[in-house]
């Protein structure tokens, strides 16, 4: 009902064309001057000696995506495996690795789950509201502390400094029957957005409302979601501030095929997160400031494997994860220190899973200086203890040398550790089976990337090795004459071995004084060392491992049309290529934009997760109301 009064209000407010306020866009030419606070120190972008892409509020605005996951599959090294459409379940992983080995965060808070890797998408920002996405590659730890095994994705949101209110809706179908006929008519959906900000100097708000609903592209999908976020900045005076947030998403789909197919057709899931943090920042003269910052995010997780039946095969679960960080930074002569603590308390209550708490301490110590010509010298150390896994050590080296003008070669080495989910080990069904006895994944990777100017053409090239101790895989026995009897259970299976080799291109074009043209192609080639199962073993992780991923993005724009078309070429371990061509044309009047999407252009079949066809070609008609 809630769901549904939400809707009704979204049509609403476009019937009354609500006065709206322009993005905070970030130029593409001035990408260089963004700051990556990686929590502790800041770095300007066009002086980084790490691999980071930056995706800008205005690419956003552009492309045919309707949500956070859609908008990272355009993203090289990042591979998506979604379970439907509007950002309703997908999991996210970074060159070759798992879902659970990348760590995501909002305004540099972790908000991963500790249950499962299945809910770090649980986002509470509306897509409007975001100003730019950092993708971190490699090795994390150092950084971000445990469980950035092989990346980290940062979602950074508007400032809220300029007051304003921007509305969107958006809806779409492929005009055509459900393949499986399940005589819920045509496969369509819509949504609503809604984003303002509010304020005066010294005291910013930032909030908004999104809500999207669909009746499924087969049986049993259609999803319905909300998702709520307000945060506000406070300066006291030019020495001290503080900011808050607050966000949470209700979502609920139908998860046929999700997660145990073919048993799981009338599965059915709910979703409720919440999502809140305070932080305030200090400054003890020009040279030195700390900064300490309280988040919890609370989970809960209703998991139907029969959903018309509740009496049986159902798993509820909450899980909460409340964190205390002190960060600090002190610039000298011969650099930057950064000091800091983490404490982190994370437990689970479940009928499936059981009930378990674990707590985690972390500290870190980094340098970073520019002394010597033509280098940037990074180097720190992140000390951990987790309780149940113990003490552990993350040392790491990031070099980056100046080559000649516009060239740069950069040289990075770092340790990293993930530790299994509270499913990995607890996890009771029938399809798979959690082991309490598995052991912390620990890598290695090293990598050389070495990034310039052709002209006018930005060239990136990079290539990294990573081993993975105690690496966790989810196998079962193959039998044949009954395939679906044994269930799936994670285990350490040795080192896993990953060589990677990507290269990207991306250039603008300024047409003329209200016209550009922008591209970006990025190839991504990984090559694992093959793990030997015995030939009677079934592995999840090896079939959907990612082995090429080619992405193609053109982007037009001038003083009333814009255009974008996104093609992504992938070809997985065990799996059949596929294409996909998304095309998005917008038109703009004074402060009004009408946009159509026509997604899968090529009505390419296509899985990206498990046993879930993806929607062949379907068209969306969006409109959002600027001043």
Sequence with gaps: MQRSLLLSLGGTLLANLVIAQAPNNIRLDSISEVIISENRLQIPFGKRNKNIEIITAMEIAQMPIRSVNELLSYVNGVDVRQRGPFGTQADISIDGGTFEQALILLNGIKISDPQTGHHTMNIPVALDAIERIEVLRGPMARVYGVNAL????????KSGSHPGLSVRIFGGSSFEEKEENDGDGRYMGGGFQVVGQAGSEGFNNLFSVAASKSNGQRYNSATEDIRLYYQGLYEVNKSNSLDWSAGYIDNAFGANGYYAYPGDIESYEIVKTFFAHLSTKHYMGKNF????????RYNKDDYRYYRHDLSKARSQHTNNALSFELNSRLQTVIGDFGVGVELRDEDIKSNNLGNHSRE???SYLEYRTEIIPKTTFHVGMYTNYNSKYGWEVYPGLDVGYQIVNHWRLNVNIGKSQRIPSFTDLYLKQPANVG?????SEYAWQYETSLQGMLGKTELEVRY??????DFVDWIKESNPNEPNTQPYRPLNLGNNKMHGLSMALRRGYQLSLNRSL?????YNYLSPEEMVHAEDIVSKYVLESLKHQALFRLLYSSSSWDMSVGNRWIKRELNDPYYIADLHIGYRFKGLKVYSDISNLTNATYKESGAVLMPKRWYSLGVRYLL
């Design 150 to 157: 092989t990346g980290a994705i940062n979602i950074v949101t």
């Design 289 to 296: 400031y700390i900064s300490p910052r309280i988040s919890n």
């Design 360 to 362: 985690n301490m972390g």
């Design 435 to 439: 082991n309490p006895a598995l052991r």
């Design 464 to 469: 990294f090795y990573r081993e993975i101790s």
């Design 518 to 522: 922008s591209y970006s192609l990025g």
